[in-house]
């Protein structure tokens, strides 16, 4: 029996989801803004909530997309499958091909190197604890992202099939708790993307291996 042929670090089909997203999330987050200045509040029957400060503030037109709300909604409701479709090729990529082995966070290998991790970021630690693809922080915060995206998904359907779908608005624990989910991990993701510009722009070697895919290691 062969051994498996290495891989680059970033093969093709991650290199492409990863891409893709990029323009599916500005799309979804503009329009989604645009939706949220119809009516910019949160709680029950726009009863002010101590979670959310910022009753009946509107978020400035050039971070909006869609003019309108009716404008709004087509292109959420369009664009929302293509990333929904996308996260699945994605999780399906990562089952099928062992790369979850590399990628996710699994708390028995992970969970001490990444609070070393983090100690390091910190000033801490005067160095990482370990080298390679992913270090343990890296793949909490991935990990992470694809249950923020899976939730994403699910609640926007709740908002969006609230009769339809009763069951799953429920699990969130009506409309406006899912409604309030949804805007949550929006302003997750924004936080997560700045922090990965971030790294990234620390560690340029990172951006040209998402678009080459990086060199393949040598063969054993």
Request: charged share 15%; glycine share 8%; net charge positive.
């Amino acid at each position: 029996m062969h051994p498996p042929e290495p891989r680059r670090p970033q093969p093709w089909p991650i290199r492409l989801a990863h891409w893709a997203n990029v323009p599916l999330l500005a799309i979804l987050a503009g329009s989604g803004l645009q939706i949220l200045v119809a009516y910019p509040r949160m709680g029950t029957r726009g009863r002010p909530i101590a979670l959310y400060p910022f009753q009946d503030a509107v978020p400035p037109s050039w971070l909006r997309l869609g003019d309108w709300l009716a404008g709004a909604r087509s292109w959420h409701f369009a664009f929302g499958w293509f990333l929904a479709l996308n996260g699945f090729v994605y999780v399906l990529y990562l089952a099928l091909s062992g790369e979850w082995r590399r990628r996710l966070f699994l708390p028995r290998r992970d969970t001490r190197d990444a609070v070393a991790t983090l100690a390091y970021y910190l000033r801490l630690r005067p160095a990482p604890a370990q080298t390679g693809l992913y270090n343990g922080l890296q793949r909490l915060a991935y990990t992470a992202t694809l249950l923020m995206g899976a939730l994403s998904v699910l609640s926007g359907l709740a908002i969006y099939k609230p009769v339809q779908l009763q069951w799953l608005t429920a699990l969130f624990g009506g409309y406006d708790p899912a409604r309030f989910v949804h805007l949550l991990l929006l302003a997750l993701f924004a936080f997560f993307t700045v922090g990965h510009v971030v790294l990234v722009a620390l560690h340029p070697r990172t951006f040209g291996e998402m678009i080459t895919g990086g060199r393949k290691p040598d063969a054993p």
